[in-house]
């Protein structure tokens, strides 16, 4: 009897799921095949083919994939290889809390996918796909200025707090935030802009906004500490270097593809102004496809580049830079090797890099499908985030991990230090 199982059937997002067949002919061709409907209704879907052993089994632990949307040993390609029917289409999860992604697995004969006939599954199973661990509470934040999500973890004790934060097109994101909590982090999602009474496009970036919210998250009672850490992205990640910067309060922060500069919008911090670097629209390609790329604006610029650059050498805490070096949005390779030699000419040696070829902008918790692009809202023509498929999954498995390292050793150790 054939029998497809997988171990386990309900989990977090970021956790391996361990799938084998049995009972096949031995040597057997089959097809897995993975689909999963996002919460707007867009279907996404991947597959791959196998050959059973001698005994009639596959084990995507050990066995390679021949062919599909992947080839060679990877036992969690079926879902980072998922792609959308309607193309451009981002995998989001929004409502993190009340409901998983359910991912329906299925496995044919080769041969049923061959010709037109309808397809029937040898068998068939469905996992789910959870970005909130049981006990994790979420709290609505309107505190003054402050508009965000608390996620606490379960338990009686105090955690480290971090403070999480997306890019520059407005709205909140929770789903990093939830993970965080999940993993032992009282994690802040914090919106910026374009949410709720925040406006769309700010004239400026106000660190004592962030100040504001680096406070609300200290004085939490299940706050552990005198510090807390930032996850931030892109434009999110330029508000991170400041916030590192300015803010005693931050010990740790980790900044995934940003500049090491100011753009569009000038950072204030009581009497300090930054000032955007001056860029080139006109530098801007446009890809065979019609996607936007981004990342040569700045370099074409004929100003002293270094004027712009923010003075990170004064920054306190430490510093885990994670770069997509296939990144079409943002030169961030190029930026994190300036912030480096910034910090190096100043004897500091506070950083950690993590650069990843074939990996592009948008690196995201464990197993998340590559998006190389999509659209932004505003904008007429699709972005083209950058990225190659296994390259990148491999990039997201490994920063995870090293994230939490990062935020653990770093902001543990200075309360511990302090009792």
């Known amino acids: 009897m054939i029998q497809l199982t997988a171990t386990p059937l309900s989990a977090l997002i970021d956790e391996p799921v361990y799938i084998r067949a049995t009972g096949l002919t031995p040597f057997q061709e089959v097809t897995f095949q993975a689909t999963l409907k996002d919460e707007m209704g867009v279907l996404f879907y991947s597959e791959a083919h196998y050959m059973a052993n001698e005994v009639g089994e596959v084990d995507l632990e ?22 959308p029917t309607k193309i451009l289409t981002r995998l989001l999860k929004r409502d993190v809390m009340n409901s998983p992604f359910q991912v329906q697995l299925k496995l044919y004969d080769l041969l049923s996918l061959k010709d037109n006939s309808p397809k029937s599954p ?9 970005y909130v661990a049981p006990g994790v509470t979420r709290i609505q934040v309107r505190e003054g200025r402050i508009r965000g999500v608390l996620f606490l973890p379960p338990g009686e004790g105090r955690f480290p707090g971090v403070i999480d934060m997306f890019g520059g097109i407005g709205g909140l994101f929770e789903f990093r935030a939830s993970l965080l909590a999940s993993r032992g ?28 919210a680096a406070n609300y998250l200290l004085r939490h009672p299940k706050v552990l500490g005198q510090g807390i850490g930032v996850v931030s992205i ?24 940003g500049p090491n500069f100011v753009f569009d919008t000038p950072v204030v911090y009581r009497d300090q102004v930054y000032p ?8 801007q390609s446009i890809t065979a496809l019609g996607l936007i790329e981004l990342y040569g604006i700045f370099e074409g ?39 480096i030699e910034q910090l190096r000419r100043n004897r500091k040696n506070n950083w950690t890099l993590l650069s990843y070829p074939g990996a592009g902008h948008l690196i995201e918790p464990p197993y998340a499908p590559l998006c190389c692009g999509c659209y932004l809202p505003g904008y007429h023509r699709p972005f083209h985030w950058g990225g190659e498929v296994i390259p990148h999954a491999a990039a997201q498995e490994h920063s995870w991990q090293e994230i939490q390292k990062f935020l653990r050793k770093h902001l543990i150790p200075v309360v511990t230090s302090q009792l």
């Not at 050990?62 to 792609?83: N, R, T």
């Not at 982090?185 to 100040?211: Q, R, W």
């Open 122 to 130: 040898k068998a068939s199973l469905t996992l789910e796909r959870w």
């Open 62 to 83: 050990h066995d390679s994939a021949l062919g599909g949307d992947y080839v060679g040993v990877h036992p969690m390609g079926l879902f980072w290889s998922l792609k």
């Open 234 to 257: 892109c434009r999110g990640a330029q508000i991170g270097l400041s916030m590192a910067i300015h803010l005693k309060q931050v010990v740790a922060t980790v900044l995934i593809n």
């Open 276 to 283: 955007p670097r001056p860029y080139e629209m006109g530098l």
């Open 301 to 339: 610029t004929r100003v002293a580049t270094s004027l712009y650059f923010l003075p990170v050498e004064k920054a306190q805490g430490h510093f885990l830079f994670i770069v997509g070096e296939d990144d079409k949005s943002i030169n961030s390779k190029e930026y994190a090797k300036k912030v």
């Open 185 to 212: 982090f009282v994690s802040l999602a914090l919106a910026y802009c374009g949410y709720e009474d925040l406006p769309s496009l700010p004239e400026k970036i106000d660190l004592e906004y962030f100040e504001e």
